[in-house]
């Protein structure tokens, strides 16, 4: 992703000390569920969490090409995904 290096690069140049990490995105929907609300039908639910699973891979990829610190979401965020009632970001407060 050649405009994540660019980004970094321009960091580093204007901020040559500070820590760089790049953070994924939370889940969408959950693996096997869907939910009129995030408006993706059960059918392409799949191709849903294919495509994350493919940018999250595609973001670590290009932060270690980068030598920054890459954190994926989408372990963490599994079971507070869009789909859940009530999702909750609080048990990450404070956390790295």
Do not use: N
């Not at 953070?23 to 059918?43: E, F, M």
């Not at 994926?72 to 970001?89: F, I, K, Q």
């Amino acid at each position: 992703m050649p405009a994540i290096a660019s980004f970094v690069d321009d960091v580093r140049a204007k901020a040559p000390d500070a820590e760089i990490v790049l953070v994924g995105y939370l889940r969408d929907p959950a693996d096997s569920s869907t939910c009129p609300a995030v408006g993706i039908p059960a059918a392409e639910t799949a191709a849903v969490v294919d495509a994350e699973e493919l940018l999250d891979s595609s973001l670590a990829e290009a932060a270690g090409q980068a030598d920054i610190e890459y954190v994926s979401l989408r372990a963490m965020s599994s079971g507070h995904d869009a789909v859940r009632r009530r999702p909750s970001l609080d048990q990450w407060r404070g956390t790295r």
